[in-house]
């Protein structure tokens, strides 16, 4: 049981007529109250995500990313998560009606350590894509990812969080109209992210 301790001078005085300051301890039992609100928050071991972003993952610009994602921690501030959203973009090739559309659903999963509110991310990323125009295909870029959040901490266990990062694929992305290059994907796709986070606590 925690107590406070709570110091009281009392002046004692002999018979020679000199004073001697004495100190004296009490021990006082501290209130349901005072433990609540010192008392430390536990660090969570799950959290959850959903947010809406953009990423600037194709020739078309910036595009809609909304994404979802699971973290756990493993040992003090370190922890693993996975990340998974989906993004479409379009262009119609130059000087004819034809148009490419491109659906892609980016996968990111690797590590984290959390520092207060700010978690720093890294691993692996990949980005399946299924593109339309003549003919459809589909594939996988293999790549990377780096990225950092910062959560509020407002309201538990909701917070919103912010969110940014770039991914780094080994290929470009080339999609062709006629022959025509139509859509392209760069090897760098940064984007950013603003949600909610829920986090459900250590027991």
Do not use: C
């Amino acid at each position: 049981m925690l107590s406070k301790l709570e110091f009281a001078a009392r002046i004692l005085t002999p018979a020679n007529g000199k004073y001697i300051v004495g100190i004296v301890t009490t021990n006082t039992i501290l209130d349901s109250a005072y433990l609540q609100r010192w008392a430390p928050v536990p660090a969570s071991r799950w959290s959850f995500w959903v947010a809406p972003g953009i990423a600037w993952s194709t020739s078309a610009g910036a595009a809609f990313e909304p994404h979802a994602g699971a973290a756990r921690s493993v040992h003090g501030p370190f922890g693993l998560l996975v990340d998974l959203g989906f993004a479409q973009a379009s262009a119609t090739a130059p000087k004819l009606t034809a148009t490419a559309d491109l659906q892609m659903l980016p996968v990111r999963a690797g590590g984290a350590l959390t520092l207060g509110p700010w978690r720093f991310s890294a691993g692996a990323a990949l980005r399946g894509y299924r593109a339309q125009s003549a003919t459809t295909s589909t594939g996988v870029r293999f790549g990377g990812f780096v990225g950092a959040d910062w959560v509020f901490r407002r309201w538990t266990p909701l917070d919103p969080y912010l969110a940014a990062g770039l991914d780094l694929y080994a290929q470009k992305l080339d999609v062709r109209v006629d022959g025509t290059s139509t859509l392209t994907g760069d090897r760098l796709a940064p984007w950013i992210a603003l949600g909610i986070l829920w986090s459900r606590a250590r027991p």
